[in-house]
C-alpha cells in the first residue's frame, strides 16, 4: 500500500501532475453496502409487486440518483498551468489558481464538525456540499479518505475541502504554479501552516 513517503505523482498524458483519489476502506465498504441494499430491495419488490410498477418506479428512482452520485465520485486531481482540477467520473470541477487566496493542509478532526447537507458520506467517497457546524458555513468535500486533508480557500470565501495521500506535494507544486504565474508571493507561508482556516 503506498503512503506519502512512497507516493509518486503520475503524469496525465498533456504532462500535468496527476493526483489520483484511493478509496478507503470505510468507503469502499459503504459502497458495497449501500449498493447491495438497493439490489436487495429491488429484487423484493420485484417479487412482491405481483405486475405492479412499484419495481419499475423504484429501480429508475434508484438508478437515476446513483448515476447521479456516482458521476460525482472524485477520480483525480490535476494541477495545470493555470487551474487545479478535481476530476469526477463524468465532470470536473475547475479552480483558477489565481482564485486561490490559501492552501493548507488539515488534520482529521478538523472535519468532526462537518456533516452533508447535499452529497455522500462513504457510498464513492466524501463529496458533494456539507455544513460546517463550527464555521457555520457551507463546504464543498471532493474526498475518498479522512487522511491527507487539504482546504483551498479561494477569494470568493469559499472552501473546498480535498483528501491527497501526496497533501504536501500537491501544495508545493499549486504554490510553485502560482509563483510561475506571479500569483503567490509566499508571504503567508508561516500563517498557511497554522491549521485555522478562518
Not at 55 to 70: D, K, P, R
Not at 80 to 97: K, Q
Not at 150 to 162: A, E, H, K, P
Amino acid at each position: 500500500m503506498n503512503n506519502e513517503n512512497t507516493y509518486t505523482v503520475k503524469k496525465t498524458r498533456k504532462g500535468d501532475p496527476r493526483f489520483p483519489y484511493r478509496l478507503s476502506r470505510f468507503c469502499r465498504w459503504t459502497t458495497l453496502a449501500v449498493s447491495l441494499l438497493f439490489a436487495a430491495v429491488f429484487i423484493y419488490l420485484l417479487r412482491s409487486s405481483s405486475g405492479t410498477y412499484l419495481s419499475a418506479w423504484f429501480l429508475s428512482l434508484t438508478i437515476a440518483v446513483a448515476a447521479l452520485f456516482v458521476i460525482s465520485f472524485p477520480r483525480n486531481i490535476v494541477v495545470t498551468d493555470t487551474d487545479l482540477v478535481i476530476y469526477g467520473i463524468l465532470e470536473a470541477t475547475y479552480i483558477s489558481l489565481g482564485d486561490i487566496k490559501r492552501i493548507h493542509t488539515v488534520s482529521r478532526r478538523r472535519i468532526r464538525t462537518v456533516i452533508p447537507a447535499i452529497g455522500s458520506y462513504g457510498f464513492g467517497g466524501y463529496y458533494g456540499y456539507y455544513f460546517d457546524l463550527r464555521a457555520l458555513r457551507v463546504i464543498r468535500l471532493f474526498a475518498t479518505r479522512l487522511d491527507g486533508l487539504v482546504m483551498v480557500q479561494t477569494v470568493y470565501d469559499d472552501r473546498i475541502l480535498l483528501s491527497c495521500e501526496a497533501a504536501d506535494k500537491l501544495i508545493a507544486l499549486v504554490k510553485s504554479r502560482m509563483q510561475d504565474n506571479a500569483l503567490f508571493d509566499g508571504s503567508a507561508g508561516a500563517a498557511e501552516a497554522e491549521e485555522n482556516d478562518d
